[in-house]
């Protein structure tokens, strides 16, 4: 038997019930991730400092989001005081990993996928963010670039 202190971090944690998720660095040096939202395909960064995950507020429509006025103010990427609105029990997919009943704070988006697109990168649908990391008991092999959530 090989001790887990000689196993690979990848055959450990797929052993321990984790999947694994390819993550891509951007030019931004930001990890992008592909996850499905409401059964809607979409472009994600991953943000370990962002305390809620986020959607951008034009995508309400294409991930069909139910949303409501918030009293958060956003702040972050150089922004701060932003409008927000919330919307409750949404259905999110990464890789194997879902959960139902998925709170996402809506925000306005542009200064992000704007500083993305002036370093030739892709815009982002939003962000994942500590709420769905914690959820998932994530773990981020930052030089393998692979995103691992426990099932």
């Known amino acids: 038997m090989i001790n887990s202190i000689d196993m690979p971090l990848q055959d450990f944690l797929l052993e321990k019930g984790y999947i694994k998720v390819k993550l891509k660095l951007t030019k931004t ?3 992008e991730i592909k ?11 991953l943000d ?6 986020c959607v951008g507020f034009e995508a309400i429509e294409t991930f069909n989001l139910t949303a409501k ?14 409008l927000t609105q919330v919307s409750k029990k949404n259905k999110l997919k990464i890789g194997k990993w879902k959960k139902d009943k998925v709170p996402l704070v ?3 988006l542009t200064h992000v996928n704007t500083a993305l697109l002036n370093y030739n990168s892709k815009p982002v649908d939003g962000i994942i963010g ?3 990391l914690k959820k998932s ?13 426990k099932l």
């Open 29 to 31: 040096n930001h990890f």
């Open 35 to 45: 996850a499905t939202l409401n059964g809607v395909k979409g472009l994600f960064i």
């Open 48 to 53: 370990t400092g962002a305390s809620n995950s």
């Open 69 to 82: 006025d918030s009293e958060i103010k956003a702040a972050g990427a150089g922004a701060t005081d932003m």
């Open 106 to 108: 809506l925000f306005n």
């Open 130 to 132: 500590a709420d769905i």
């Open 137 to 149: 008991k994530a773990i981020i092999d930052y030089d393998k670039r692979y995103l691992y959530l």
